[in-house]
């Protein structure tokens, strides 16, 4: 069956979802987007992500086409159109296409933005094999752009990452500048040293994880030490466990980190316990 998505203020069959060949999204990934998930129908952590992207657009000088109350009744109305029970809730905003192809950004005024929303279906998103076993990373260089924390939609070199873990029969890639873990290819990065938990701290050189903030937040509330500070590879596979936070990994444990295992080479306690509870609080805040 054909999912109903959503194109600059209507609901189409994907069939029918068109964005111009000239739209500045496509040809010089002039955009920003957001990830939502969706757990028994529900969106997880939804002003959040609505005002990271509030933040990104306004970083890059674009306008947004919606208020936030009306994106949240695109999200609802997606996920109702589409009977989404666990899954994703993708959302790209555009510069628009100006008809040409010129660096200079259109005015705002004459060029509207493109919007474009659609879901993904995950059954059993929060049940993934994975958390049970852990993922394995490798490290690699971080060659990003400096603007890291404006969730942009030039994911080339992350996609390039994944691949180099997958040929390595790993899961996930580290990213590492001037010796130090910046986060994964689509994820924040952590390790865990006896109850601390060491996370690098916020800056232009990663993205500011929606997840990382609700789980720092009930980490400290629940008595965990938390420390926000860059580490290197070595500290972190001489650490006792890592994992990973992202809206569609939630908490993921981390087992091994370039073919070093970590502790007894299975999730350790502090992400096993931080993941449920990342997964209760945010079902119970669930909109
Ligand atoms: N860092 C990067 C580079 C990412 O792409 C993502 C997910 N898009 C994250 C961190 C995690 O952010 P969030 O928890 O908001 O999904």
């Not at 129908?41 to 509030?54: C, M, P, Q, V, W």
């Not at 990382?212 to 006792?240: G, N, P």
């Not at 809206?247 to 993921?252: D, L």
Request: proline residues 4%; negative net charge; glycine residues 8%.
């Amino acid at each position: 069956m054909s999912r109903i998505v959503y194109v600059d203020g209507a609901y189409v069959p994907e069939e029918d979802a068109k964005v111009s060949v000239f739209d500045r999204g496509f040809l010089f990934a002039d955009g920003v987007y957001e990830v939502t998930s969706v757990l028994g129908g529900k969106l997880i952590d939804f002003d959040g992500h609505a005002a990271r992207l509030e933040r990104s657009l306004s970083e890059l000088d674009m306008a947004c086409p919606v208020t936030m109350d009306a994106l949240l009744e695109i999200h609802r109305e997606l996920v109702r159109l589409n009977a989404l029970d666990d899954g994703l809730v993708y959302l790209q905003v555009t510069r628009g296409a100006a008809g040409d192809r010129d660096f200079e950004f259109p005015d705002a005024d004459a060029v509207p933005s493109t919007i474009v929303l659609f879901t993904q279906a995950k059954p059993g998103l929060a049940d993934s094999p994975k958390a049970k076993t852990g993922i394995k990373v490798i490290s690699i260089p971080d060659i990003r752009w400096g603007r890291r924390d404006i969730k942009t939609v030039q994911l080339l070199y992350p996609a390039v990452g994944k691949m180099m873990a997958k040929k390595d029969g790993c899961d996930d890639a580290w990213m590492v500048e001037d010796g130090q873990v910046t986060e994964g290819t689509s994820n924040n990065a952590y390790i865990v040293k006896g109850r601390k938990i060491v996370t690098r701290h916020l800056s232009n050189d990663i993205l500011h994880g929606i997840t990382r903030a609700a789980v720092l937040r009930f980490a400290r509330e629940a008595q965990m030490e938390v420390e926000e500070r860059a580490f290197t590879i070595d500290e972190a596979q001489a650490a006792d466990e890592a994992f990973i936070t992202s809206a569609s990994t939630f908490v993921m444990p981390v087992v091994e980190i370039d073919g070093h295992p970590l502790g007894d080479g299975s999730p350790g306690p502090v992400a096993t316990r931080l993941r449920e509870i990342y997964l209760d609080e945010s079902r119970k805040s669930a909109v």
